[in-house]
């Protein structure tokens, strides 16, 4: 007996060792996955420091270590050829299977290969690329793309209120805005409140400060092109967003294995809760609402042949009452606004031999804009614009490339209405109170022809030269304009690139102006003459300094005549200098410092004075950086500092009797005093033409955002505070009725804004 309770020991003692040994340990099975793409990385090697014990994960990117005794301990993520390497830290419980999913930003080396330095495509002077990840980081912007792009040296705006970009000392009507090749009719809703694109769908802007080549160019001195997303890394994937303004949402998705689609949406809300509003000179019946969507389908038919189809569009509206008694006469009564851009195209890109490349593109853009203010005044416009366009790159060896290009256009427009000329820049005694009303009723019909021939060549190692022609034909001004243009590059020691570029570029002018009712139809293009040298410097693989000077020369510029309404009279220039400087580590900081210095003059009239432009601003310095603290958690921070706006002065007022009341008056001997003094008005009288400037503008954001990571989808929320020491900075001016005193009119306080995120 006592030698069977023996061996029944001996047989049971390695049971219970092992039932101890599992109940002490823990299995942990992970995931490795790309925070970008959603996707599963292979191959990558995963290390518990503490144990030294190692593994890989598989084609679905899973991992999985056995029999893992109980504690704390740190897994580190490796990736062959690349630089990642995430920690991260787990606990291990006895029993228990732990599965955490380890998201981690991948970033590959960047290797130089000297062996194929020639085969580069010599590029275009001051192209500023920018990737949508990091610049909706920026702090003050809510992941606005386009709001961001002041941060870059030489865009400007002119207030917290306005999206409008001043590039170098013009205005924005200098700029041409693409989207996925079509033309955008407004990139901003109400003038700048918000873009008027889904930042999320934005792959990359490329920002056209000058000096760009032959390719770009129809009544432009600037270019923003911007491309959408042209994959989508899952069958379905969403991301919604919620914040104090709107709401928007993406969905994106797979059609086969080579092809991709995405629509996206928004909508503003606040005219869903406040139907109307009342103030003492009246109310407003519709809150301003806006709206827009965007959607693009695309097939991959092979490696050679693409195809693709976009469309997009947006609207703004409201709606008031004015009636209170200090409401001047001519504009009592019902005001509405109402805005809209459609635009679309399908897209073909096919490479017909292995050196000769066709890209063909059918757009279709219409403008629409619809205007009643007061009893007298109204404007209604409808500007589609069809264009087909197609470019041709031919490859003559790795060193030489052509490129040419045709586009025809059509142009089909109506106004009606009853309205004035448009108030000119600078232009400050325009009082639309007197100014004579014209009755538009127009049909017209543009037509443009474009051509242009480019050779791209790297004619050495360390030199390459771009060199094209462009020319551009209008038949409403029955004009052909012939555009050279051209660069330089030269490949300076120390990873240093010197560039200089040369160009002119011609505007037809602006349809209001070319109007035959408010208008000059013989009107010509205006003339600008571009000078640009830049040098960008690699300080190091993760810091680059870029610094570049400028000057515009411009001729032919359309200003206000008395006896003609507007003449190509004007001249002007425009210079400067910018320095930027970009450091980035990986995904977890990046930071920006520029400055820019800028003139921009002009000349209205032959025998006056050289002026300020109004938008020119002459110091503009930005500080901005965003750090990660953790991988879910960031913080970021915007300071900028800009010289104040030129402006006209008010040196005094006279009193007038109301020319509108004279109208009415066959005898002066029928006025009496009581007439005078209930329909006295005050003119004011104005100083030099932007002879003074508003006081500096100063300003910080900040911005804190926190993601949560859930198996299939993430949430997120930000906070940012808008202009946080509470700055005063200076809009403009109010005055008293007989321009007497004035009140300043300030710009954003202190404000702070939250938004949410949901994606999937």
């Given at each position: 007996m006592s030698r069977f309770i023996c061996m029944l020991l001996v047989l049971t003692l390695p049971v219970s060792a092992i039932v101890q040994t599992e109940a002490q340990t823990g299995t942990i099975d992970g995931a490795v996955i790309d925070r970008i793409t959603n996707e599963p990385i292979e191959d990558a090697e995963?290390?518990?420091?503490?144990?030294?014990?190692?593994?890989?994960?598989?084609?679905?990117?899973?991992?999985?270590?056995?029999?893992?005794?109980?504690?704390?301990?740190?897994?580190?993520?490796?990736?062959?050829?690349?630089?990642?390497?995430?920690?991260?830290?787990?606990?291990?419980?006895?029993?228990?299977?732990?599965?955490?999913?380890?998201?981690?930003?991948?970033?590959?080396?960047?290797?130089?290969?000297?062996?194929?330095?020639t085969e580069?495509?010599?590029?275009?002077?001051?192209?500023?690329?920018?990737?949508?990840?990091?610049?909706?980081?920026?702090?003050?912007?809510?992941?606005?793309?386009?709001?961001?792009?002041?941060?870059?040296?030489?865009?400007?705006?002119?207030?917290?209120?306005?999206?409008?970009?001043?590039?170098?000392?013009?205005?924005?009507?200098?700029?041409?805005?693409?989207?996925?090749?079509?033309?955008?009719?407004?990139?901003?809703?109400?003038?700048?409140?918000?873009?008027?694109?889904?930042?999320?769908?934005?792959?990359?802007?490329?920002?056209?400060?000058?000096?760009?080549?032959?390719?770009?160019?129809?009544?432009?001195?600037?270019?923003?092109?911007?491309?959408?997303?042209?994959?989508s890394p899952e069958n379905l994937r969403g991301k919604f967003n919620l914040n104090l303004l709107f709401s928007e949402g993406l969905l994106q998705g797979k059609i086969g294995q080579n092809g991709y689609w995405y629509a996206a949406g928004r909508r503003s809300y606040i005219d869903l809760f406040v139907g109307s509003l009342a103030f003492d000179a009246g109310a407003i019946t519709a809150l301003p609402r806006f709206w827009d969507y965007q959607v693009k389908i695309g097939y991959d038919f092979s490696d050679k042949h693409q195809l693709f189809f976009n469309m997009f569009a947006s609207g703004d509206n409201f709606a008031l009452t004015l009636d209170g008694e200090d409401v001047d006469a001519d504009f009592r009564g019902d005001t509405s606004f109402e805005s809209g851009f459609e635009g679309a195209g399908i897209h073909f890109r096919s490479s017909l031999t292995d050196k000769l490349t066709s890209y063909l593109s059918l757009t279709r853009s219409d403008f629409l804009f619809d205007v009643n203010f007061g009893p007298t005044l109204s404007l209604n416009i409808d500007a589609p614009t069809y264009t087909l366009r197609e470019d041709l790159t031919y490859q003559l060896n790795e060193r030489h490339r052509l490129e040419s290009g045709l586009i025809l256009g059509v142009?089909?427009?109506?106004?009606?209405?009853?309205?004035?000329?448009?108030?000119?820049?600078?232009?400050?005694?325009?009082?639309?109170?007197?100014?004579?009303?014209?009755?538009?009723?127009?049909?017209?019909?543009?037509?443009?022809?474009?051509?242009?021939?480019q050779d791209r060549f790297n004619i050495l190692p360390f030199l390459s030269v771009v060199y094209g022609l462009r020319l551009d034909y209008f038949n409403r001004i029955d004009e052909i304009s012939i555009q050279p243009r051209g660069s330089i590059r030269v490949e300076l020691p120390n990873t240093s690139e010197l560039q200089f570029a040369y160009g002119i570029y011609n505007q037809t002018p602006i349809p209001a102006q070319l109007s035959s009712s408010v208008g000059n139809p013989e009107l010509k293009s205006s003339q600008a003459s571009h000078y640009i040298l830049e040098l960008t410097r690699e300080l190091s693989?993760?810091?680059?300094?870029?610094?570049?000077?400028?000057?515009?020369?411009?001729?032919?510029?359309?200003?206000?005549?008395?006896?003609?309404?507007?003449l190509n009279q004007g001249i002007g220039y425009a210079q400067g200098t910018e320095i930027f400087l970009r450091h980035r580590t990986g995904d977890r900081f990046f930071g920006w410092a520029s400055y820019a210095y800028a003139l921009s003059k002009r000349k209205d009239r032959l025998g006056?004075?050289?002026?300020?432009?109004?938008?020119?601003?002459?110091?503009?310095?930005?500080?901005a950086a965003s750090y990660k603290l953790t991988p879910t958690w960031e913080i970021g921070a915007k300071w900028q500092y800009r010289t104040g706006n030129p402006y006209t002065p008010v040196t005094g007022s006279e009193r007038r009797i109301d020319p509108r009341f004279l109208e009415d008056v066959e005898s002066i001997d029928e006025i009496s005093a009581v007439d005078i003094v209930e329909n006295t008005i005050y003119i004011?009288?104005?100083?030099?033409?932007?002879?003074?400037?508003?006081?500096?503008?100063?300003?910080?954001?900040?911005?804190?955002?926190?993601?949560?990571?859930?198996?299939?989808?993430?949430?997120?929320?930000?906070?940012?505070?808008?202009?946080?020491?509470?700055?005063?900075?200076?809009?403009?001016?109010?005055?008293?009725?007989?321009?007497?005193?004035?009140?300043?009119?300030?710009?954003?306080?202190?404000?702070?804004?939250?938004?949410?995120?949901?994606?999937?």
């Amino acid at each position: 007996m006592s030698r069977f309770i023996c061996m029944l020991l001996v047989l049971t003692l390695p049971v219970s060792a092992i039932v101890q040994t599992e109940a002490q340990t823990g299995t942990i099975d992970g995931a490795v996955i790309d925070r970008i793409t959603n996707e599963p990385i292979e191959d990558a090697e995963i290390l518990i420091i503490e144990l030294d014990m190692r593994t890989t994960t598989d084609s679905e990117g899973t991992f999985s270590f056995k029999e893992i005794a109980a504690g704390k301990y740190t897994l580190q993520v490796s990736i062959p050829r690349s630089k990642t390497d995430e920690k991260v830290s787990v606990e291990v419980e006895e029993g228990k299977t732990l599965t955490p999913n380890i998201f981690i930003t991948r970033v590959d080396y960047q290797l130089k290969a000297i062996e194929v330095k020639t085969e580069r495509v010599p590029k275009t002077a001051l192209r500023k690329s920018i990737e949508s990840e990091e610049i909706t980081r920026i702090p003050g912007t809510a992941g606005d793309v386009l709001r961001a792009l002041p941060v870059i040296p030489g865009i400007g705006v002119a207030n917290d209120f306005s999206g409008a970009l001043y590039i170098r000392g013009g205005s924005d009507e200098d700029n041409l805005y693409y989207f996925d090749r079509v033309p955008v009719g407004y990139p901003f809703h109400f003038g700048g409140l918000v873009s008027s694109l889904n930042s999320d769908v934005i792959d990359r802007i490329d920002v056209y400060a000058g000096g760009y080549g032959a390719e770009f160019g129809v009544d432009s001195q600037a270019v923003i092109d911007i491309y959408s997303k042209d994959n989508s890394p899952e069958n379905l994937r969403g991301k919604f967003n919620l914040n104090l303004l709107f709401s928007e949402g993406l969905l994106q998705g797979k059609i086969g294995q080579n092809g991709y689609w995405y629509a996206a949406g928004r909508r503003s809300y606040i005219d869903l809760f406040v139907g109307s509003l009342a103030f003492d000179a009246g109310a407003i019946t519709a809150l301003p609402r806006f709206w827009d969507y965007q959607v693009k389908i695309g097939y991959d038919f092979s490696d050679k042949h693409q195809l693709f189809f976009n469309m997009f569009a947006s609207g703004d509206n409201f709606a008031l009452t004015l009636d209170g008694e200090d409401v001047d006469a001519d504009f009592r009564g019902d005001t509405s606004f109402e805005s809209g851009f459609e635009g679309a195209g399908i897209h073909f890109r096919s490479s017909l031999t292995d050196k000769l490349t066709s890209y063909l593109s059918l757009t279709r853009s219409d403008f629409l804009f619809d205007v009643n203010f007061g009893p007298t005044l109204s404007l209604n416009i409808d500007a589609p614009t069809y264009t087909l366009r197609e470019d041709l790159t031919y490859q003559l060896n790795e060193r030489h490339r052509l490129e040419s290009g045709l586009i025809l256009g059509v142009e089909p427009g109506e106004v009606k209405g009853v309205f004035s000329r448009i108030p000119d820049e600078g232009e400050v005694d325009y009082d639309i109170r007197f100014v004579e009303k014209e009755v538009i009723d127009e049909s017209v019909k543009g037509q443009r022809i474009e051509a242009y021939l480019q050779d791209r060549f790297n004619i050495l190692p360390f030199l390459s030269v771009v060199y094209g022609l462009r020319l551009d034909y209008f038949n409403r001004i029955d004009e052909i304009s012939i555009q050279p243009r051209g660069s330089i590059r030269v490949e300076l020691p120390n990873t240093s690139e010197l560039q200089f570029a040369y160009g002119i570029y011609n505007q037809t002018p602006i349809p209001a102006q070319l109007s035959s009712s408010v208008g000059n139809p013989e009107l010509k293009s205006s003339q600008a003459s571009h000078y640009i040298l830049e040098l960008t410097r690699e300080l190091s693989q993760d810091t680059e300094i870029k610094m570049a000077a400028y000057y515009k020369d411009l001729v032919n510029l359309v200003t206000a005549d008395d006896a003609s309404i507007f003449l190509n009279q004007g001249i002007g220039y425009a210079q400067g200098t910018e320095i930027f400087l970009r450091h980035r580590t990986g995904d977890r900081f990046f930071g920006w410092a520029s400055y820019a210095y800028a003139l921009s003059k002009r000349k209205d009239r032959l025998g006056e004075p050289y002026r300020y432009y109004s938008f020119d601003q002459t110091h503009v310095t930005t500080l901005a950086a965003s750090y990660k603290l953790t991988p879910t958690w960031e913080i970021g921070a915007k300071w900028q500092y800009r010289t104040g706006n030129p402006y006209t002065p008010v040196t005094g007022s006279e009193r007038r009797i109301d020319p509108r009341f004279l109208e009415d008056v066959e005898s002066i001997d029928e006025i009496s005093a009581v007439d005078i003094v209930e329909n006295t008005i005050y003119i004011p009288i104005y100083g030099e033409t932007n002879s003074e400037r508003l006081p500096p503008y100063h300003r910080l954001d900040i911005r804190l955002s926190k993601t949560f990571i859930f198996k299939s989808w993430k949430f997120g929320a930000f906070v940012e505070i808008l202009n946080v020491y509470n700055q005063k900075n200076l809009l403009d001016y109010r005055y008293n009725t007989d321009y007497s005193d004035k009140d300043p009119i300030n710009q954003f306080p202190l404000i702070p804004y939250f938004g949410i995120t949901a994606e999937f």
